[in-house]
């Protein structure tokens, strides 16, 4: 018994000794930066850690690990210290209920860094069908409770007759994934408005109710969720060209003699159409950093302002497949990396 109480106790001074140097700005004896989270923004987390350790041979090469969004936020947010991650890739902003994990756990002065745009591509292979989708099209075949009832269509036609008659079977990511949820927040739900137009009051007044009528995705078959590594979806449309796949904008720009974008609302998706919004699955990437850590861990600061250096128009990461932001947005990420804004919870869902 003293020695089970010997080891307890050792284990409680490890653990306030580890929590002193984290409330203090120290993460503990690790000296190898570690990411973790999106699929989507991992390519352009590689990158840049392939040029730190090129310009900085004195420190470790840094860990880049993906697992979702989702995922990698419950990662991030369980803890202050040594044993967790440096950086989320996200390709959403935090929720409300994630940063308050953060909080929870003593990760209350995260940085937020918006690092550039993606496009929520719809892609098939080029000997598909050459699909081209409304907001609409996509919602009733894929809706779990379209017009609140439970979906039963097996065929593009029977959501619109003028699509073609083969089944629906869209390869997607898992419920841990930001491009997932982005894919609902933003063309699902377009298409939800579109045929509810009553709905948006009920996105301000019951939120729960309209989450599952416009955001929930089908679980009986057409939906396939394909795993957090989008270029196994890549493969899958190569072998399946009746299917479409959902990822990020860099996955199809990578793949141009094999795969074509589906036009969604007339729009391709394109570097130019997603640059300017008018690609319905615009949205913004970030990189959350824990300020904490940026001056414990050896080489993190300078791998978070190396980021800021490679994502301009023709940079190295838009050559990767990143979207640009404009201008304006990449001088105020730069400013938030300068002066190590922390972000304010309050702003978030």
């Known amino acids: 018994m003293r020695l089970k109480l010997g080891f307890i106790t050792l284990g409680l001074a490890v653990l306030a000794g580890c929590n002193d140097q984290a409330a203090s700005g120290g993460a ?32 470790k090469a840094p860990v880049v690990e993906q697992g ?33 994990n953060c909080t929870d756990n003593g990760v209350d002065r995260v940085i937020e860094v918006q690092i550039g745009l993606d ?78 137009p009553d709905s948006l009051k009920m996105r301000e007044k019951e939120p729960d109710k309209f989450k599952k009528l416009c955001h929930e995705i089908r679980s009986d078959g057409p939906w396939v969720d394909a795993g957090e590594n989008d270029n196994l979806i890549v493969q899958k449309l190569k072998s399946n060209p009746d299917a479409v796949g959902v990822f990020g904008y860099s996955y199809l720009e990578q793949n141009p003699t094999t795969l074509v974008g589906v036009p969604v ?14 690609y319905p699955g615009s949205r913004p990437l970030f990189i959350y950093v824990k300020k904490a850590h940026l001056d414990a861990v050896p080489g993190l600061r300078k791998f978070v302002e190396l980021y800021a250096t490679l994502w301009n128009p023709n940079g190295p990461l838009t050559r990767r497949g990143l979207i640009a932001g404009s201008a304006a947005a990449r001088a105020a990420s730069k400013k938030i990396i300068e002066d190590g804004t922390t972000l304010d919870g309050s702003t978030l869902n």
């Open 265 to 278: 609302g007339g729009v391709s998706p394109t570097y130019e159409t997603i640059a300017n919004g008018h």
């Open 28 to 59: 503990g004896s690790r000296d190898q930066i570690r990411i973790v989270g999106s699929s989507t923004v991992y390519p352009f987390s590689t990158l840049v850690a392939e040029q730190f350790r090129t310009q900085n041979t004195a420190f």
């Open 68 to 100: 979702g969004t989702g995922a990698g936020a419950k990662l991030f947010c369980a803890g202050v210290g040594a044993a967790h991650p440096d950086i989320l890739d996200a390709s959403r902003r935090l929720t409300a209920s994630e940063y308050k």
């Open 119 to 196: 496009g929520i591509s719809l892609a098939e292979s080029t000997n598909g069908p050459k699909l081209r989708l409304n907001p609409s099209d996509i919602y009733l075949a894929l809706a779990a409770n379209p017009m609140g009832k439970t979906n039963t269509a097996k065929s593009w036609n029977e959501v619109n007759p003028a699509l073609p008659a083969i089944p629906i079977q869209v390869y997607g990511p898992p419920s841990t994934s930001g491009t997932r949820d982005a894919f609902a927040e933003i063309l699902m739900e377009r298409g939800c408005l579109a045929i509810f």
